[in-house]
Protein backbone atom coordinates (compact mmCIF):
# COMPACT_ATOMS: atom_id res chain seq x y z
CA UNK A 1 0.00 0.00 0.00
CA UNK A 2 1.27 3.60 -1.06
CA UNK A 3 0.98 5.91 1.78
CA UNK A 4 -0.58 9.41 0.42
CA UNK A 5 0.72 12.98 0.80
CA UNK A 6 -1.93 15.58 2.59
CA UNK A 7 -0.49 18.50 2.33
CA UNK A 8 -1.48 21.59 4.98
CA UNK A 9 -1.31 25.00 3.59
CA UNK A 10 -2.49 27.10 6.72
CA UNK A 11 0.84 29.04 6.85
CA UNK A 12 0.43 30.07 3.33
CA UNK A 13 -2.38 31.97 4.92
CA UNK A 14 -0.60 33.33 7.46
CA UNK A 15 2.52 34.61 5.40
CA UNK A 16 -0.78 36.56 3.21
CA UNK A 17 -2.32 37.68 6.54
CA UNK A 18 1.15 39.21 7.76
CA UNK A 19 0.20 42.32 5.36
CA UNK A 20 -3.47 42.21 5.42
CA UNK A 21 -3.50 41.65 1.75
CA UNK A 22 -4.15 39.12 -0.91
CA UNK A 23 -0.45 37.57 -1.53
CA UNK A 24 0.48 34.81 -1.45
CA UNK A 25 -3.15 33.27 -3.22
CA UNK A 26 -4.43 30.58 -0.73
CA UNK A 27 -5.47 28.86 -4.31
CA UNK A 28 -2.50 29.38 -6.29
CA UNK A 29 -0.31 27.16 -3.21
CA UNK A 30 -3.35 24.67 -3.15
CA UNK A 31 -3.31 24.04 -7.22
CA UNK A 32 0.57 24.25 -7.09
CA UNK A 33 0.83 21.49 -4.55
CA UNK A 34 -1.61 19.28 -6.17
CA UNK A 35 0.30 19.72 -9.58
CA UNK A 36 3.11 18.15 -7.90
CA UNK A 37 1.31 15.39 -5.78
CA UNK A 38 -0.01 16.73 -3.03
CA UNK A 39 -3.32 13.89 -2.78
CA UNK A 40 -5.46 16.26 -1.05
CA UNK A 41 -5.34 19.51 1.05
CA UNK A 42 -5.60 19.93 4.73
CA UNK A 43 -6.92 22.74 6.52
CA UNK A 44 -7.52 24.23 9.96
CA UNK A 45 -10.22 26.61 10.07
CA UNK A 46 -9.55 27.94 13.72
CA UNK A 47 -12.52 29.80 15.16
CA UNK A 48 -10.38 32.66 15.52
CA UNK A 49 -10.05 32.21 11.49
CA UNK A 50 -6.31 33.69 12.55
CA UNK A 51 -4.78 31.86 8.93
CA UNK A 52 -7.24 30.26 6.89
CA UNK A 53 -10.37 31.74 7.09
CA UNK A 54 -14.49 30.23 5.99
CA UNK A 55 -14.38 32.05 2.85
CA UNK A 56 -11.22 30.92 1.85
CA UNK A 57 -12.25 27.17 2.41
CA UNK A 58 -15.45 27.77 0.30
CA UNK A 59 -13.46 28.78 -2.30
CA UNK A 60 -11.38 25.83 -2.44
CA UNK A 61 -13.84 23.29 -1.65
CA UNK A 62 -15.11 24.74 -5.09
CA UNK A 63 -12.23 25.63 -6.91
CA UNK A 64 -10.27 22.71 -6.76
CA UNK A 65 -10.17 18.88 -7.29
CA UNK A 66 -8.56 17.37 -5.19
CA UNK A 67 -9.96 16.44 -1.60
CA UNK A 68 -10.23 18.97 0.99
CA UNK A 69 -9.37 17.72 4.75
CA UNK A 70 -10.96 20.27 6.83
CA UNK A 71 -8.93 20.36 10.72
CA UNK A 72 -11.59 21.60 13.22
CA UNK A 73 -12.74 21.96 16.72
CA UNK A 74 -15.27 19.83 18.44
CA UNK A 75 -17.83 22.87 18.55
CA UNK A 76 -21.34 22.62 17.29
CA UNK A 77 -20.29 26.08 15.38
CA UNK A 78 -17.67 24.46 13.18
CA UNK A 79 -19.75 21.51 13.24
CA UNK A 80 -22.10 23.61 10.85
CA UNK A 81 -19.40 25.33 9.25
CA UNK A 82 -18.32 21.48 7.90
CA UNK A 83 -22.19 20.95 7.00
CA UNK A 84 -22.16 24.07 5.08
CA UNK A 85 -18.61 23.18 2.91
CA UNK A 86 -19.01 19.61 2.49
CA UNK A 87 -15.32 18.21 3.06
CA UNK A 88 -14.50 14.99 1.81
CA UNK A 89 -12.73 14.54 5.31
CA UNK A 90 -13.18 16.06 8.85
CA UNK A 91 -10.45 15.70 11.22
CA UNK A 92 -11.49 17.02 14.81
CA UNK A 93 -8.81 18.18 17.07
CA UNK A 94 -8.30 20.50 20.51
CA UNK A 95 -7.91 23.66 20.27
CA UNK A 96 -6.41 26.76 22.47
CA UNK A 97 -7.12 30.13 21.29
CA UNK A 98 -3.37 31.20 22.61
CA UNK A 99 -1.55 28.26 20.93
CA UNK A 100 1.03 28.93 18.46
CA UNK A 101 0.38 25.23 17.02
CA UNK A 102 -1.95 22.45 17.81
CA UNK A 103 0.01 20.87 21.47
CA UNK A 104 -1.56 17.44 21.41
CA UNK A 105 -3.97 14.72 21.05
CA UNK A 106 -8.09 15.20 21.11
CA UNK A 107 -9.25 14.97 24.83
CA UNK A 108 -11.85 12.34 24.08
CA UNK A 109 -14.09 12.40 26.92
CA UNK A 110 -14.80 15.46 25.71
CA UNK A 111 -18.63 16.40 25.41
CA UNK A 112 -21.08 15.61 22.99
CA UNK A 113 -18.13 14.26 20.79
CA UNK A 114 -19.50 11.00 19.88
CA UNK A 115 -22.86 13.17 18.69
CA UNK A 116 -20.86 15.61 16.65
CA UNK A 117 -19.08 12.49 14.94
CA UNK A 118 -22.52 10.96 14.15
CA UNK A 119 -23.82 14.07 13.02
CA UNK A 120 -20.61 14.69 10.47
CA UNK A 121 -21.18 11.38 8.98
CA UNK A 122 -24.53 10.80 8.82
CA UNK A 123 -23.49 13.60 5.88
CA UNK A 124 -21.23 10.98 4.20
CA UNK A 125 -18.23 13.02 6.17
CA UNK A 126 -15.23 10.92 7.16
CA UNK A 127 -14.17 11.68 10.48
CA UNK A 128 -10.65 11.30 11.82
CA UNK A 129 -10.01 12.32 14.82
CA UNK A 130 -6.38 13.91 15.95
CA UNK A 131 -5.10 11.72 18.81
CA UNK A 132 -1.88 11.11 21.30
CA UNK A 133 0.05 7.83 20.13
CA UNK A 134 -1.57 6.08 22.83
CA UNK A 135 -3.51 2.68 22.48
CA UNK A 136 -5.96 3.36 24.27
CA UNK A 137 -7.14 6.51 22.32
CA UNK A 138 -6.79 4.04 19.52
CA UNK A 139 -9.42 1.79 21.08
CA UNK A 140 -11.56 4.95 22.43
CA UNK A 141 -11.82 6.70 19.08
CA UNK A 142 -12.93 3.25 17.28
CA UNK A 143 -15.76 3.15 20.13
CA UNK A 144 -16.82 6.69 19.17
CA UNK A 145 -17.27 5.62 15.63
CA UNK A 146 -14.28 7.50 14.06
CA UNK A 147 -13.45 6.36 10.60
CA UNK A 148 -10.14 7.46 10.85
CA UNK A 149 -7.31 8.36 13.47
CA UNK A 150 -4.36 10.73 13.08
CA UNK A 151 -1.43 10.08 15.32
CA UNK A 152 -0.34 13.39 16.82
CA UNK A 153 3.65 12.53 15.77
CA UNK A 154 5.06 15.79 17.45
CA UNK A 155 7.08 14.43 20.07
CA UNK A 156 8.58 11.45 17.88
CA UNK A 157 9.49 14.57 15.21
CA UNK A 158 11.58 16.57 18.25
CA UNK A 159 12.94 13.51 19.17
CA UNK A 160 14.61 13.18 15.74
CA UNK A 161 15.46 16.86 15.64
CA UNK A 162 17.78 15.87 18.63
CA UNK A 163 19.28 13.04 17.79
CA UNK A 164 17.69 11.54 20.97
CA UNK A 165 18.34 7.63 20.46
CA UNK A 166 16.46 6.70 23.35
CA UNK A 167 13.41 9.20 22.72
CA UNK A 168 13.53 8.20 19.05
CA UNK A 169 12.59 4.13 19.68
CA UNK A 170 10.41 4.95 22.98
CA UNK A 171 7.97 7.26 20.78
CA UNK A 172 8.46 5.23 17.62
CA UNK A 173 7.28 2.19 19.51
CA UNK A 174 4.01 3.87 20.63
CA UNK A 175 3.07 4.94 17.27
CA UNK A 176 3.60 1.11 15.72
CA UNK A 177 1.61 -0.45 18.37
CA UNK A 178 -1.16 2.06 18.35
CA UNK A 179 -0.97 0.85 13.92
CA UNK A 180 -1.35 -2.97 15.39
CA UNK A 181 -4.12 -1.49 17.65
CA UNK A 182 -6.08 0.22 14.40
CA UNK A 183 -5.15 -3.11 12.58
CA UNK A 184 -7.87 -4.61 14.23
CA UNK A 185 -10.31 -1.70 13.17
CA UNK A 186 -11.53 -0.66 10.22
CA UNK A 187 -10.13 2.83 10.82
CA UNK A 188 -7.63 4.66 8.11
CA UNK A 189 -4.29 5.16 10.08
CA UNK A 190 -2.51 8.21 9.62
CA UNK A 191 0.37 10.77 10.53
CA UNK A 192 1.07 14.16 11.19
CA UNK A 193 2.56 17.30 13.22
CA UNK A 194 6.23 17.94 12.85
CA UNK A 195 7.01 16.27 10.37
CA UNK A 196 10.05 16.46 8.10
CA UNK A 197 12.16 14.54 5.49
CA UNK A 198 14.17 12.56 8.45
CA UNK A 199 11.17 11.78 10.70
CA UNK A 200 8.66 11.17 7.85
CA UNK A 201 11.72 8.44 6.51
CA UNK A 202 12.00 6.63 9.45
CA UNK A 203 8.45 6.40 10.19
CA UNK A 204 7.95 4.90 6.61
CA UNK A 205 9.18 1.51 8.16
CA UNK A 206 5.67 1.09 9.52
CA UNK A 207 3.95 -0.71 6.88
CA UNK A 208 0.18 0.72 5.31
CA UNK A 209 -0.28 3.87 6.63
CA UNK A 210 -3.08 5.94 4.88
CA UNK A 211 -1.77 9.15 4.89
CA UNK A 212 1.21 11.65 6.29
CA UNK A 213 -0.03 15.33 6.63
CA UNK A 214 2.85 17.95 6.26
CA UNK A 215 2.43 20.96 6.23
CA UNK A 216 5.26 23.61 8.44
CA UNK A 217 7.87 21.52 6.74
CA UNK A 218 6.85 21.57 2.73
CA UNK A 219 5.94 25.29 3.38
CA UNK A 220 9.28 26.49 4.94
CA UNK A 221 11.56 24.53 2.98
CA UNK A 222 9.74 25.34 -0.43
CA UNK A 223 11.19 28.98 -0.11
CA UNK A 224 14.04 27.54 -0.67
CA UNK A 225 13.72 24.48 -3.18
CA UNK A 226 10.17 25.23 -4.27
CA UNK A 227 6.92 23.04 -4.28
CA UNK A 228 7.95 20.75 -6.80
CA UNK A 229 11.25 19.61 -5.43
CA UNK A 230 9.86 19.56 -2.02
CA UNK A 231 6.35 17.13 -2.89
CA UNK A 232 8.66 15.52 -4.93
CA UNK A 233 10.74 14.26 -2.79
CA UNK A 234 8.45 13.54 -0.12
CA UNK A 235 6.16 11.19 -2.59
CA UNK A 236 9.29 9.67 -3.65
CA UNK A 237 9.86 8.76 0.29
CA UNK A 238 6.39 7.47 0.18
CA UNK A 239 6.43 5.75 -2.80
Not at 34 to 62: F, M, W
Not at 130 to 148: E, M, Q, R, Y
Not at 209 to 218: C, L, P, T, V
Request: charged fraction near 30%; glycine fraction near 6%.
Amino acid sequence: MKSKLGVNIDHVATLRNARGENHPVLLKAAEEVIKYGADSITIHVREDQRHVNKKDALLLKKKIKKPINLEMAPTNNMVNFALKLKPKFVCIVPEKRKEVTTEGGLNLSHKNLKILINKLKKNNIEVSLFINPSTKDVINSHKLGANAIEIHTGSFANAIKTKNKNKIILEFNKIKKCKLECDKTKMKFNLGHGLDYKSTMYLNKIKNINEYNIGHFIIGESLFDGFPKVIKKFKRLLS
